[in-house]
Nanobody, 129 residues
Framework: QVQLVESGGGLVQPGGSLRLSCTSSGSSLVNYAIGWFRQAPGKGREGVSC????????YYGESVKGRFTTSRDVAKNTVYLQMNSLKPEDTGVYYC??????????????????????WGPGTQVTVSS
């Protein structure tokens, strides 16, 4: 089972930026789909973005389009979520998750959490003045 860990969360003022990282120490992520999700207090889990191989599309949730960018560094075995123009409503715990079968691209339902086999423990992002 692929084990993931997120990092980079913290407290930031509205309009600020953060970059989250998702990495695995035991498995190469290069051929897998990596999804980013978040969960705000008292709310359900929301899909933020998904990145696959070079030939796969990259997806973003409507609420983050134009502000967030996901990318991967193959050499570092790390997937990033660059978050710009942060808003208070972006506050929540952010998780990365892996789909080793790439079913999210076969179905285009990248935002279905059930398609991902393993999840990181999450990192807290708080946007507040």
């Amino acid at each position: 089972q692929v084990q993931l860990v997120e990092s980079g969360g913290g407290l930031v003022q509205p309009g600020g930026s953060l970059r989250l990282s998702c990495t695995s120490s035991g498995s190469s992520l290069v051929n897998y789909a990596i999804g980013w999700f978040r969960q705000a207090p008292g709310k359900g889990r929301e899909g933020v973005s998904c990145i696959g191989r070079n030939i796969d599309p990259t997806y973003y949730g409507e609420s983050v389009k134009g502000r967030f960018t996901t990318s991967r560094d193959v050499a570092k075995n790390t997937v990033y979520l660059q978050m710009n123009s942060l808003k208070p409503e972006d506050t929540g715990v952010y998780y990365c998750a892996v789909d080793t079968t790439l079913r999210v691209f076969a179905t285009t339902r990248w935002d279905l959490g059930s398609y991902y086999e393993s999840w990181g423990p999450g990192t807290q992002v708080t946007v507040s003045s």
